[in-house]
T-cell receptor, first 114, second 109 residues
């Protein structure tokens, strides 16, 4: 089954404690991306990756890091989480950078930073 | 990136057809129109995509007039499980899908 898998689904952490949210896809997609969703602000792109070792900033990259060492994995790293990073996070992948093609989204990670 | 306008919310009853119209007056020649569905606390799910005329799949139909300045997503015979937010997206810029506020469709028994 084609899918994008994120872990964990829920996470409560404290300010400043480094964390990683993993994302893995089994469709051999080149393009992967991270979004955060907040009430009233909709879905906003954090980072994206066009291929292995190629990443770039989205609209709200501050406070986040990503890496793309393998095609299937695209972890999101919060080196020093702050309460304003409390949000619902989604990882997405597609075959051709989302252009004229279907994007697949993970089930989401609800992060709370206290 | 073409700006889209769609209704904030729509109410319907089980068994009815729901039509959501999206306006995109400045759509570019090579832009496709794509619709996603999102349930609470879940990731968006691709529903349908089209370029012109009509596209139909097992879930919905997409009607696009000749001028392509609008499109209509049609959900036949909705059920309670179709209650969700529906997003109309047009084109892609900088490898980014731009989701607006979407249309919240509420289906009542």
């Amino acid at each position: 089954e084609a899918q994008v898998t994120q872990n964990p689904r829920y996470l409560i952490t404290v300010t400043g404690k480094k964390l990683t949210v993993t994302c893995s896809q089994n469709m051999n997609h080149e393009y992967m991306s991270w979004y955060r969703q907040d009430p009233g602000l909709g879905l906003r792109q954090i980072y994206y990756s066009m291929n292995v070792e190629v990443t770039d900033k989205g609209d709200v990259p501050e406070g986040y890091k990503v890496s793309r060492k393998e095609k299937r994995n695209f972890p999101l790293i919060l080196e020093s989480p702050s309460p304003n990073q409390t949000s619902l996070y989604f990882c997405a992948s597609s075959l051709l950078g989302f252009e004229n093609t279907e994007a697949f989204f993970g089930q989401g990670t609800r992060l709370t930073v206290v | 990136l073409a700006k889209t306008t769609q209704p904030i919310s729509m109410d319907s009853y089980e068994g009815q057809e729901v039509n959501i119209t999206c306006s995109h007056n400045n759509i570019a020649t090579n832009d496709y129109i794509t619709w996603y569905q999102q349930f609470p606390s879940q990731g968006p799910r691709f529903i349908i995509q089209g370029y012109k005329t009509k596209v139909t799949n097992e879930v919905a139909s997409l009607f696009i007039p000749a001028d392509r300045k609008s499109s209509t997503l049609s959900l036949p015979r909705v059920s309670l499980s179709d209650t969700a937010v529906y997003y109309c997206l047009v084109g892609v810029t900088d490898y980014k899908l731009s989701f607006g506020a979407g249309t919240t469709v509420t289906v009542r028994a």
